[in-house]
C-alpha cells in the first residue's frame, strides 16, 4: 500500500534550533497532513496540506509540498523542549478511496 | 466535548480470551478507524466505517472485527486473541470533506496477550 516515509528516523538538536522532516510518498494525493504524538500519547493533528498548495504556516511550522517530487517537509522553527515527540506524515491514495496511510515517523528530541 | 474516548486504557487476556474495545466520539463524524500501534511499525489501519451500519478493511484486518451500530461508537473485537495482537490500539474519527480529512485521535489502549 502506499506509504509516506519520514526521513530521518531520528533526529537530536538543541532548544533554539530548527528541526527539518522530510516525507516521501509513492502515487498521486489528495493531501498530505502531518501529526504529532507524544510519548504514549494518540495522535495529534498539526498541519493539512492539499495537493494544489505548495506551502502552509502554522505557528513556529512551515510545511512544503512539492507533487512533482511527491516529497512534503516539515520544519519546527526555534525549538523547545516540548516539541520532544514523533512526527507522522499521512497521505491518502489520490482517488479518494482509500484512507490515509501513516509513515514510521521521526523521531524529534530536542536538548535543553 | 470530550472527543474521542477509548476504553479501556489498558488490559491484559490471556491467549485464546476475547475482548471489545470501545470507542466514542462526540463530534458527529461520519468516519470512524481503527488503527495498531508497534514498535517501529507506525500507524496500521485494521478497520474503518464511513456511516452508521458500514464498515471496510483496512491493511491488516486478520483476527478483528468492528460494527458500527451508532454513529458515536465503533467497536473492536477481538474473538481469540493471539499474542501478536499485543499493541496498542488507537480510534480515530473525521468529518466528510474534500477527501480524507483531519483526523482526531483517542488516547489509545494498551493490550497485552499472553
Known amino acids: 500500500s502506499q506509504q509516506g516515509e519520514e526521513d530521518p528516523q531520528a533526529l537530536s538538536i538543541q532548544e533554539g534550533e530548527n528541526a527539518t522532516m522530510n516525507c516521501s510518498y509513492k502515487?498521486?494525493?489528495?493531501?498530505l497532513q502531518w501529526y504529532r504524538q507524544n510519548s504514549g500519547r494518540g495522535l495529534v493533528h498539526l498541519i493539512l496540506?492539499?495537493?494544489?498548495?505548495r506551502e502552509k504556516h502554522s505557528g513556529r511550522l512551515r510545511v512544503t509540498l512539492d507533487t512533482s517530487k511527491k516529497s512534503s517537509s516539515l520544519l519546527i522553527t526555534a525549538s523547545r523542549a516540548a516539541d520532544t515527540a514523533s512526527y507522522f506524515c499521512?497521505?491518502?491514495?489520490?482517488?479518494?478511496?482509500?484512507?490515509?496511510?501513516f509513515g514510521k515517523g521521526t523521531r524529534l528530541s530536542v536538548i535543553a | 466535548n470530550a472527543g474521542v474516548t477509548q476504553t479501556p486504557k489498558f488490559r491484559v487476556l490471556k491467549t485464546g480470551q476475547s475482548m471489545t474495545l470501545l470507542c466514542a466520539q462526540d463530534?458527529?463524524?461520519?468516519?470512524m478507524y481503527w488503527y495498531r500501534q508497534d514498535p517501529g511499525m507506525g500507524l496500521r489501519l485494521i478497520h474503518y466505517?464511513?456511516?452508521?451500519?458500514?464498515?471496510a478493511k483496512g491493511e491488516v484486518p486478520d483476527g478483528y472485527n468492528v460494527s458500527r451500530l451508532k454513529k458515536q461508537n465503533f467497536l473492536l473485537g477481538l474473538e481469540s486473541a493471539a499474542p501478536s495482537q499485543t499493541s496498542v490500539y488507537f480510534c480515530?474519527?473525521?468529518?466528510?470533506?474534500?477527501?480524507?480529512?483531519?483526523?482526531?485521535f483517542g488516547p489509545g489502549t494498551r493490550l497485552l496477550v499472553l
Open positions: 480515530a474519527s473525521s468529518y466528510i470533506g474534500e477527501g480524507w480529512e483531519t483526523q482526531y
Open positions: 502515487t498521486s494525493i489528495n493531501n
Open positions: 496540506i492539499r495537493s494544489n498548495e
Open positions: 499521512a497521505t491518502d491514495g489520490g482517488s479518494g478511496n482509500t484512507p490515509l496511510v
Open positions: 463530534m458527529n463524524h461520519e468516519y
Open positions: 466505517s464511513v456511516g452508521e451500519g458500514t464498515t
